[in-house]
C-alpha cells in the first residue's frame, strides 16, 4: 500500500492529501513538470493540481517518521525521480540510458556519503544464521533495501522482479537484497507470523523484522514498497517507489556493479544464508487459503440429497483439493510446483491459487493469484482451463476483453452470482424466467470487483455484456473505504474475499486494508459499510480487536468471508487477530466466535484466511492458513474439529509420481546391485556435477537443493532433503541403509530410489533453473554381486551429472 509517494512512477495510487511542502521546495518546476507527465497514466492527478502544489502528493495515510535523514531522503527522490523523466524520454534507446546512468552514478559516487543508519541489535532475521551489517557482512556489494510488509499486495508484486534480479546478479557477483519487513499491522511485527509470510512467499533473500520501523524512520521512508539501493560504502544511489519499474531497476543494479566493479570496490564474498523453512508438514496441505461447498443442482430430475463437495485452494502447495465432508482427497489438481499451464488434473499447474467457487457440483472457478488469472475446472471432464488473464499483471481498471486477452491483477476471490436480466421486463411468474450465472471477482490489486459474464446478460443500468467478457464492476481503483451509491465512485482496500447473500442480492467482502467488512447491492451497484473501519474513506489504519456496531466494531486486515442464510449472520476470518467472528445483518452488530477442542480448551487459530458453511448451515469449515490445516466448527454447540485429510494414494508416493511426469528424468545405463541375504547392508551414492561449457556454473548464493525418495519406510537415510553446499565442492554424497536380509521386497526387487534435484544455473549473464529426477533401480542378486553369504555388504556408485543450458545427462561411473 503505497502510503506516501514523492512524484516516482508508480502503479499503486489511493488519495491524494494534502501535506508538508517536500519536493516542490527543491524543485518546484520540475515537480509541476513531472506532475503533469504522470497524470497522463493517472487521471485523477490531473484532478488534485491545484491542491498539491506547492504541496507534495500524498497516499492513504501517513506512517510518521522522525527528521533525521530528511536532507538525504529529499535529494535522493528528487534525483532518482530526474533521472526516471530522463530515461523514459530516452524511449528504447539503450545506448543513452545506459550514459544517463552511468553519469548519474559518477555524481552521486563522487557527492553522497555513507548513510549513518544501521540494523539495531537484537532484530531478527530469516534466512541467514547471523545479522548482517551494512557495514560489516554488507560492505562491498551493491545493496537493495526493500521497504516491504506482508498484507501489501503491491509488495508482493514486486517479489518476482527481486528474484529475477538475484538470478542474474548473484551474492559472489555484488548484489544483495535484504527485505526490510516493517510492519503496518501489530499482527505483522509478530516474528513468527513474518517467519510464515518469507515461507510462503517463497523468499529467498534475507529478512529482517524491523518491528520497531528503526530503519523506516533513520532513512525518511514514506511508502510500501520502496526499493533503496545503496553503493558499497552503504552510499545512498537510487529509490524507487512503487511497483512497475523492473526495467528502471535492472539498469540500475546492472550499472551500479559494472561501475563498482571497475572501481575495485565490489567485493565477492558469500552471505551466511540458511533458507527458513517449517520441513515437512504432517497434515499435507500448506498454507491453505479459501474453502468453498458445492451448491445443489436445481434441476427436477436430480436428487437434491447428492453428496457435498468442497473445494479447497491448498495454495502453499500451488493445487486445489476437491474432498468430500469426510476429508476424502476425491481429486488433486495441479502440482506442488508453480506454473500456468492448462490441461488435464496432472498437468495442469497454478501459482498460489486462493479463491475457489462452485457453479452447480461439477465446475469450480479458481481465482489463481500469482498468474493474475482465472481459471475452470470441471470435474467431469478432468480439465483446467483458463477464462481470463495470461500470467501477466495487468494495469487495465476497466476491462472489457474475454479469455487471455483480458490482463488482471492478482484476483483473491470469486464468487458465482445467479441473476435474471436487470431490464424492465414484466414477468408473471418470474419462476420461469431464465437466471444467468455472473462470477464475481475481488481484484486485490486494483482494488475494484470484477466481474465475468458467463452468458449475454443485461446488468445495472440496463447495459448489456457479451458472454465471456471481463469487466470492472465497482470501484475506482484508488486505494480507499469510500461507500457511494455510484459503483465506480466508490473505492475499496484490496478486497480479499466475497459471500453472497441471495435472498438479499448482496455480495459481502472483507475489505483487508481498511480491516472493514462492507457490501454491494447487486440490483444496483450501491456500496455500502456493514462493520470496520472507519467513516473517514482515507482512514485506512482504523484497525483493532473490537467487538460492536457498525464503525464501533474493529478488525485487523480480514480475508476471508461466508453467508448464513440459516442464522442471518455473516461469518468472516478476522485475520490478523487470529479469531472468527460474526456480524448480524440485520444490527450491523459484530461480536467474536469462541470455539472449543476435544479437551475444552478454546481454539487458538494462526492467520484463518477462508471459510464456508455447508448446506445446513449448521457447519463451518475453516482454513487455518499458519496451522497448514482445515477445521470444522459446529455452530450448535461450538465445538471445533481438525478434518484430516484422506488422500486415496500416499501422498509421499503420489507427489514423486507428479514430479517425473512433470520433470526430466535421467536413468543409469544398469542398476544398483545389492545382496539379498546380507545381515547388514549400506548404499553410499556420489552425484558429481560438471559443466562441459566453461561459461556454466551454479548460481552463487542461489539455492541448490535436493531430496530423496526412498523405495519404502524400511529404508533409511540419515538426511532426505538439503542444499548442496558449492563452498566444499559441487558434489552430493548420500549414505542409504536398506533394509536388513532384503525385508521389504519379498523377494522381488523394490521401487527405485529417486534422487531430485531443483538447481540454479548461470551461463554468462543469463541465469536459469535446470529441474531434474535422477532414478535408480536397485536389484537383488547374490549371483550377480559374486557372494553368497554375508554378514555385511557394502555398494557403492557414482555418477557425473553433465549441465548446460540446453540439455542433462547422466553417467555412471
Not at 485523477?44 to 522522525?66: A, E, W
Not at 557477483?173 to 507470523?193: M, Q, T, Y
Not at 451448491?295 to 457435498?308: A, F, I, M
Not at 535436493?706 to 533409511?716: A, K, V
Request: glycine residues 8%; neutral net charge; contains cysteine.
Amino acid at each position: 500500500m503505497a502510503l506516501f509517494i514523492v512524484l516516482g512512477r508508480f502503479s499503486r495510487i489511493a488519495t491524494i492529501r494534502q501535506t508538508a511542502a517536500f519536493q516542490y521546495k527543491t524543485s518546484p518546476i520540475k515537480t509541476i513538470a513531472a506532475v503533469r507527465e504522470h497524470s497522463r497514466n493517472y487521471r485523477h492527478l490531473t484532478q488534485c493540481l491545484p491542491d498539491i502544489l506547492p504541496n507534495v502528493v500524498k497516499i492513504g495515510s501517513r506512517m510518521s517518521s522522525s527528521p533525521e535523514g530528511q536532507d538525504m531522503m529529499e535529494v535522493l527522490a528528487c534525483n532518482s525521480n530526474q533521472l526516471a523523466d530522463d530515461l523514459l524520454a530516452a524511449g528504447s534507446n539503450a545506448a543513452k540510458r545506459q550514459k544517463l546512468v552511468l553519469d548519474y552514478l559518477k555524481v552521486a559516487d563522487r557527492d553522497g556519503k555513507s548513510v549513518t543508519a544501521e540494523f539495531p541489535d537484537g532484530l531478527d532475521w530469516f534466512n541467514v544464521t547471523e545479522a548482517l551489517t551494512l557495514q560489516g557482512s554488507l560492505r562491498g556489494k551493491v545493496v537493495v533495501l526493500d521497504f516491504f510488509t506482508y498484507c501489501c499486495i503491491n509488495c508482493m508484486h514486486i517479489l518476482p522482479n527481486l528474484k529475477r534480479l538475484e538470478h542474474m546478479y548473484p551474492i559472489e557477483e555484488g548484489l544483495a537484497v535484504i527485505g526490510v519487513h516493517s510492519a503496518k499491522f501489530k499482527n505483522e511485527k509478530e516474528s513468527n507470523n513474518i517467519r510464515a509470510a518469507v515461507e510462503r512467499y517463497e523468499i529467498s533473500h534475507p529478512v529482517v523484522n524491523d518491528n520497531v520501523s528503526a530503519m523506516w524512520r533513520k532513512l525518511r521512508v514514506q511508502c510500501w514498497p520502496t526499493l533503496m539501493i545503496l553503493g558499497p560504502r552503504a552510499n545512498p544511489l537510487f529509490v524507487i517507489m512503487g511497483e512497475g519499474n523492473f526495467e528502471d531497476l535492472k539498469l540500475y543494479v546492472g550499472s551500479a556493479i559494472r561501475f563498482y566493479r571497475e572501481k575495485g570496490e565490489i567485493q565477492r564474498h558469500s552471505l551466511p544464508l540458511n533458507l527458513t523453512g517449517t520441513g515437512t508438514i504432517a497434515s499435507n496441505m500448506k498454507f491453505p487459503g479459501k474453502i468453498a461447498c458445492s451448491v445443489p443442482t436445481l434441476d427436477g430430475d436430480k436428487d437434491s440429497s447428492e453428496e457435498q463437495l468442497f473445494a479447497v485452494s491448498d495454495s502453499g502447495n500451488h493445487r486445489v483439493l476437491i474432498i468430500d465432508s469426510a476429508g476424502t482427497v476425491l481429486h488433486k489438481i495441479g502440482g506442488k510446483q508453480s506454473g500456468f499451464l492448462d490441461g488435464n488434473f496432472s498437468k495442469a499447474r497454478f501459482n498460489a491459487p486462493q479463491g475457489v467457487a462452485f457453479q452447480g457440483t461439477d465446475v469450480v472457478f479458481v481465482a489463481d493469484n500469482e498468474n493474475h488469472a482465472v481459471r475452470r475446472i470441471d470435474l467431469k471432464t478432468q480439465q483446467v482451463s483458463t477464462i481470463a488473464g495470461n500470467g501477466t499483471q495487468g494495469n487495465d481498471r476497466t476491462g472489457g476483453k474475454s479469455g487471455r486477452d483480458q490482463l488482471l491483477s492478482s484476483p483473491w476471490d470469486v464468487a458465482v452470482y445467479s441473476t435474471r436480466d436487470l431490464d424492465m421486463s414484466f414477468h408473471a411468474d418470474e419462476t420461469s424466467v431464465p437466471s444467468k450465472d455472473v462470477l464475481l471477482i475481488a481484484m486485490a490489486g486494483i482494488h475494484q470487483i470484477w466481474a465475468i459474464f458467463l452468458e449475454d446478460t443485461i446488468w445495472w443500468k440496463f447495459k448489456k455484456y457479451g458472454a465471456g467478457t471481463c469487466w470492472a464492476i465497482a470501484g475506482s481503483g484508488h486505494e480507499q473505504n469510500r461507500n457511494t451509491s455510484y459503483p465506480h465512485s466508490a473505492a475499496f482496500a484490496q478486497p480479499s474475499g466475497l459471500a453472497i447473500n441471495r435472498v438479499a442480492k448482496e455480495v459481502y467482502l472483507a475489505d483487508s486494508e481498511s480491516s472493514a467488512i462492507r457490501k454491494i447491492s447487486l440490483a444496483d451497484g450501491k456500496v455500502m459499510a456493514v462493520a470496520g473501519g472507519d467513516r473517514n474513506p482515507l482512514d485506512l489504519f482504523a484497525f483493532g480487536d473490537v467487538d460492536g456496531k457498525q464503525y464501533a466494531a474493529k478488525f485487523q486486515h480480514p480475508l476471508g468471508v461466508a453467508y448464513n442464510p440459516k442464522d442471518g449472520c455473516i461469518y468472516f476470518a478476522d485475520t490478523y487477530n487470529h479469531k472468527i467472528k460474526k456480524i448480524d445483518v440485520s444490527t450491523n452488530c459484530a461480536t467474536t466466535c469462541e470455539f472449543r477442542e476435544a479437551n475444552g480448551s478454546v481454539r487458538r487459530f494462526s492467520e484463518p484466511a477462508g471459510l464456508c458453511l455447508d448446506r445446513s448451515g449448521q457447519l463451518l469449515y475453516i482454513a487455518d492458513t499458519n496451522n497448514h490445516e482445515l477445521l470444522v466448527a459446529n455452530l450448535t454447540d461450538c465445538t471445533v474439529r481438525p478434518l484430516k485429510l484422506n488422500f486415496r494414494v500416499p501422498e509421499e508416493l503420489d507427489s514423486v509420481v507428479e514430479d517425473r511426469r512433470s520433470g526430466t528424468t535421467l536413468k543409469p545405463t544398469r542398476p544398483i546391485k545389492m545382496h539379498p541375504g546380507a545381515g547388514q547392508s549400506s548404499l553410499r551414492l556420489t552425484f558429481n556435477l560438471t559443466f562441459p561449457g566453461k561459461a556454466t556454473k551454479l548460481t552463487d548464493g542461489a539455492p541448490q537443493q535436493w531430496s530423496l525418495e526412498l523405495p519404502s519406510t524400511e529404508w533409511g537415510c540419515e538426511c532426505t532433503k538439503g542444499t548442496i553446499d558449492t563452498a566444499s565442492g559441487q558434489s552430493l554424497q548420500l549414505l542409504i541403509a536398506p533394509p536388513a536380509n532384503d525385508a521389504s521386497t519379498n523377494g522381488n526387487d523394490p521401487s527405485p530410489i529417486a534422487v531430485n534435484f531443483k538447481l540454479n544455473l548461470c551461463e554468462g549473464d543469463v541465469c536459469f533453473p535446470k529441474e531434474f529426477i535422477v532414478l535408480l533401480e536397485v536389484q537383488y542378486s547374490a549371483e550377480e554381486t559374486g557372494h553368497t553369504n554375508v554378514e555385511r555388504y557394502d555398494a557403492q556408485e557414482t555418477y557425473e551429472v553433465q549441465l548446460s543450458r540446453e540439455k542433462v545427462c547422466l553417467q555412471q561411473h
